[in-house]
């Protein structure tokens, strides 16, 4: 009967009724769906607490026992690699590397993002198609050329051997996000500028980039957690140990302690906490960053 | 005078194009140096049988494409990438809009769900292949721990070949899902609520509000998950490494971590760069393919 009434009546009752019928106590739907989710959600955080709990077991323990919780917390282990200087290095190492390579991408695309979008020149359309080629095929295609590439030039084994390439790879997706951001500013902006005697460079840098921040900053996450996480340009154009950023690092220390699942499951715990700790301080930038990323490229 | 004759005297004086050749020398040349150069001398030196060092002067035509085809571990790889991308789209992406579907609305705990499917995502690959490593470990791990406290003794998933690709599916999903979930939810949420009140008015029922409004509506987000999960298998390799490192007995390679093992590690440029070059036609194809045809109105 008020499944009929609701059907006939205008979508504003319509809306009511729907709500007063989620809200009837028999209604098992929003019960359904929080087992639904806690059962998806624990299956994605399981994995994560095992790592990080398994690193306060003992080797032994961790056989004996690999479901519980530890008998007795092993503070050791985790301590041992705070207190390493590895550690810290390949956080800074990585942390070194993904600044330079955002400095790099994301002005030298706001640059070019500029011209596409506000300058007519010869040539735009072909140069523009020209840049966007990048985002069709991965970095592993060209990765042995590339090797070759960066040791002609003498900048194998360098950190600017891996941030000018990766630099290189992130500018595609940039400069499309950011031209198309430009090109949403108004024209009478530049037309007004332009009057009043004010170059196209300090137009750019006055009044185009202070406009784009949101964009910019969209660009520089994106840029940042690719480069954070990157694994295979300098896992080709690294070989010394001490250059490593922390993913090279973590699967160098795997290598070592093979055998100590224990002392691998801390490193691993320790190494992704800065990128667990800055999402969940900065989750809506960073989630709104990445996906408004993908959508609009 | 007017503003449009100031812009385009300049525009014609050359104001514009001097403008051009300081804003975009830099990443143009930063791109070809690093992205474009490298292509082209892949395609050059696949033509060879060269080891790094010195010039490539050893020219062997096209042998190293005819022995890549007859690789047996290279049709396994590629294979596997089929395979993957085939569970991407029949098990992630009906599971993520599964999930966006009940996230979408505010609703009790949805911002806290959505973080929490979202996270994988931002981990890197490399943490995530490790992970799971252990996770399937098979005397360490909590995944054989539990069938052996249910009776059914130890697992070694990354010891048997086709429980190892069964490992390498479920990290990908682990850690992919998140994120195109989080895609369909910004689809739904654009979706004019009118359609469905209108739809409801008309009598259609649940299943019908969801096959014949949302399905249409979020067609072009659907078309843009599916083209990011396929690039992406096409460029799979950092969590295949810490994983299975491509075993056992070479079951779980793909494309990239095929060229790593075969090409980069062995310094076989020659044959290492035809199979870049071959990854780079197939992601060159598909993705021209698939905007032309798929993605024309957006």
Known sequence: ?297 | MTVTTIRDSRGASGGMIAAALIFLPPALLLFTIFVILPIGEAAWYSFYNWNGFNRPDNFIGLKNYISLLDNPYFKKAVLNTLIIIAVSLTVQLPLALAMALLLAKRAFGAVAFRLIFFMPYILADVAAGLIFRFMFDGDYGPVSGLSQALGFGPIYMLASPSLAMVALLVVIIWKYFGFHMMLFIAGLQGIDRSLYEAAEIDGAGAFQRFRFVTIPQLSSMIKLSVFFSVIGVFQLFDVVMPLTGGGPFNATHTMVSFLYIFGITRMRVGFGSSVGVVLFIICVTFAFGYRRFLMRDE
């Open chain 1, 1 to 297: 009967m008020s499944e009929q009434l609701a059907i006939a009546a205008p979508s504003g009752l319509a809306r009511a009724r729907r709500r007063s019928r989620e809200q009837k106590p028999f209604d098992l739907f929003p019960l359904f769906r929080l087992a639904v989710l806690l059962v998806v959600a624990s299956i994605v955080v399981v994995p994560l607490i095992a790592t990080a709990i398994g690193g306060f077991k003992e080797l032994g323990e961790l056989r004996a026992n690999p479901l519980g919780l530890p008998h007795e917390w092993q503070w050791a282990n985790y301590r041992e690699i705070l207190e390493s200087q590895r550690y810290w290095r390949v956080l800074g190492n990585s942390l070194l590397i993904a600044c330079l390579t955002v400095a790099i991408t994301v002005s030298l695309s706001a640059m070019a993002a500029f011209a596409f979008a506000q300058l007519k020149f010869f040539g735009r359309r072909f140069l523009f198609t020209y840049m966007t080629l990048g985002l069709m095929f991965p970095a592993a295609t060209a990765i042995l050329p590339l090797f070759i590439q960066v040791r002609d030039l003498g900048l194998l084994d360098t950190p600017w051997g891996v941030i000018l390439p990766q630099a290189a790879f992130y500018l595609a997706m940039a400069v499309l996000l950011l031209r198309n951001a430009f090109r949403e500013l108004p024209s009478e902006l530049l037309d007004a500028a332009l009057v009043d005697g004010c170059g196209y460079v300090r137009y750019f840098l006055y009044v185009t980039l202070p406009l784009s921040r949101p964009i910019l900053s969209t660009v520089a996450i994106i840029t940042f957690v690719h480069s954070w996480n990157s694994y295979l340009v300098p896992l080709i154009l690294l070989n010394t140990e001490t250059l490593y950023p922390w993913p090279l690092g973590l699967m160098a220390y795997q290598g070592e302690y093979m055998t100590d699942w224990q002392l691998v499951l801390a490193f691993v715990t320790l190494t992704i906490l800065p990128a667990i700790i800055v999402f969940v301080l900065a989750q809506r930038h960073i989630v709104a960053g990445l996906t408004a990323g993908a959508v609009k490229g």
